[in-house]
């Protein structure tokens, strides 16, 4: 089966350098040096789809623009790629949700993936009036999806729950087809719904084995309920032509921050009740508290896997970094531990991108990895990848 390869479009702002923000961070944090506009991100999409990526991460939080717009605006800009779209379950109600999505479907059929994200900072869940605590979360997402699933089948709903109440829900459209659902999550809280509702579970990038493990815990969840769930992976890339300059280009990004700036960073995130926050953070804690982060290669934490993003940046913080062929080693790996989909993103995101398909995915190709067809006419390409992998 096919690698399904997205990238992630930065709706906060672009630049050469890390730009901060990320999940857990206040509203305002993240701002780039490229505006967000959808002329740019159209630039970005439309080269994903020249790719032959299947879709784009739209992010969702206080710190970034709507998705569901931003998604609804683009999707005129491309004409097969889809756009995984960031929710917060419980902070519109599911009827919403569930037309909301089924809307999307009827203009774009099979370009709409729903990211359900439950939220793992108090703060900025109480800045949207939700005043659930991270399980209250959890449990609210369980009855959410269940509504919507039960919607999308086309019931006439009524549900009394704990958190939700609705009363004969129906919706005029149904999806065709039906969105799939992605859900990431680390605590103990978030592998039973995972396993009850996911489609594709979505994890940041660990060590290949710590994502090894954490693949067998949710498949033996979904197991218990009569399910198989796909699983996919969220990683930053810095690809070149040699190892050398790719590590080059990571001295450089680390080599613009200063021991304020990561601090004030740090101390933010650790506001974070998500696990999966808490775990990346514990990449490279030894370093920063040791002075050694100054150094890019320091910083690998695995080979070619690198934990300078989170220095600064909330979520995903983590990135391959090295020659075309060693990121296209690794991504092998993490598909030997159980990795279907590969969700990228880079600095700029544009240029990256063309590093990333110019250099990364010919070699994928090559190996049978990546199979998806490329549109007959491509974007415009910036042709500065040379011949050597």
């Not at 059929?109 to 005043?131: I, K, M, S, T």
């Not at 979505?202 to 309920?225: D, F, H, S, Y």
Request: proline share 5%; aromatic share 8%.
């Amino acid at each position: 089966m096919s690698l399904q390869l997205h990238w992630f479009l930065p709706t906060y702002g672009d630049s050469r350098l890390i730009v901060g923000g990320g999940h857990g961070t206040p509203a305002g944090s993240a701002s780039g040096d490229r505006d967000a506009s959808i002329d740019y991100l159209g630039s970005i999409v439309r080269a994903a789809e020249s790719f032959g990526f299947t879709g784009a991460l739209i992010p969702t939080g206080a710190w970034c623009e709507d998705a569901f717009i931003t998604a609804a605006l683009l999707a005129r800009e491309t004409t097969s790629l889809a756009f995984l779209v960031a929710f917060r379950p419980g902070l519109v109600s599911p009827t919403l949700s569930a037309q909301m999505a089924a809307t999307f479907a009827r203009h774009a059929p099979g370009r709409l993936l729903l990211n359900v994200v439950v939220g793992g900072e108090a703060h900025e869940q109480r800045a949207f009036g939700d005043h659930l605590d991270k399980d209250g979360r959890y449990a609210r997402a369980d009855e959410f999806l269940d509504v919507v699933r039960r919607l999308w089948d086309g019931q006439t709903v009524t549900h009394d729950g704990e958190h939700i109440q609705i009363e004969e829900a129906a919706i005029p459209t149904l999806p065709n087809p039906v969105p799939p659902l992605y859900f990431g999550g680390s605590s103990a809280a978030a592998g039973p719904v995972a396993a009850r509702h996911a489609d594709v579970y979505l994890t940041w990038g660990e060590p290949p084995a710590a994502v090894a493990e954490k693949i067998e815990w949710i498949r033996r969840l979904a197991a218990k309920q009569g399910r198989q769930i796909k699983f996919g992976i969220r990683l930053h890339v810095i690809t070149r032509d040699t190892a050398g300059e790719a590590w080059t280009q990571a001295d450089k990004l680390i080599g613009a921050l200063d021991e304020e700036t990561v601090r004030n960073a740090q101390a933010g995130l650790g506001r974070s009740e998500s696990e999966g926050q808490k775990r990346m953070l514990a990449l490279h804690e030894a370093h920063r508290a040791e002075g050694s982060w100054h150094d890019a290669r320091a910083l690998e934490i695995a080979p070619n896997l690198w934990a300078g993003v989170g220095l600064v940046r909330g979520g995903a913080g983590t990135a391959l970094v090295g020659s075309h062929t060693e990121v296209a080693d690794r991504i092998a790996e993490y598909a030997d531990a159980g990795i279907d989909e590969f969700i990228f993103s880079g600095y700029p995101h544009l240029e990256e991108l063309f590093w990333f398909g110019e250099g990364v995915v010919p070699i994928l190709r090559e190996r049978g990895l990546f199979t998806r067809e490329v549109k007959s006419t491509a974007a415009a390409s910036i042709p500065f990848i040379g011949a050597a992998r």
